[in-house]
């Protein structure tokens, strides 16, 4: 049976890079692009909280960036600081990236889902999941052609 999720997808999503609140994910290995969620809402909100993979798109600085699609493992999360239905958007891109990209544009799709939201013992705990979710996203996307980057 097809989930809700899958109706919902694909979804694409765009936007400038902007900081985060620094949680610490480069600590733990797996940056996180942050872009800003308002825009999407709609497309969001049928949406569950959690990890999702697809391929991203960084747009400039001119090179070395350029503007390919890599596969990427996004989360979709709640804001914690704002009581109100803003979801956080962040995509870690699964390529190696010379340095920071803040204020570049990022062109997502999203194609497939891989697991909710969940709360996790220990750090090590967590970094295991983004593993395996980054592991997933790279198995489903192997063999299959991105769509066109950038997109309008
Ligand atoms: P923040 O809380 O500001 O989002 P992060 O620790 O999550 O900080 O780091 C995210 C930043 O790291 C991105 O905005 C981007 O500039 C940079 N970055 C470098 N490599 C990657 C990558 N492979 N995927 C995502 N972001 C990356
Ligand atoms: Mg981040």
Redesign the pocket.
Known sequence: MMSDVAVSLPVRLSGP???????????LGF????IPPEPHEAALSGLPLGVYFGWAAVHGPPPPHGATAHP?AMSVGQNPFFHNEAKTI????????P????GCRLDAVVVGYLRPMRPFASLDELKAAIQADCDHARAALAGRTPPPFPFG
């Open positions: 890079v902007v900081r985060g609140f620094g949680r610490g994910s480069r600590l940056p996180t692009a942050n990427m962040e995509v870690h891109v699964l390529h190696d990236f340095g920071d990209f803040y």
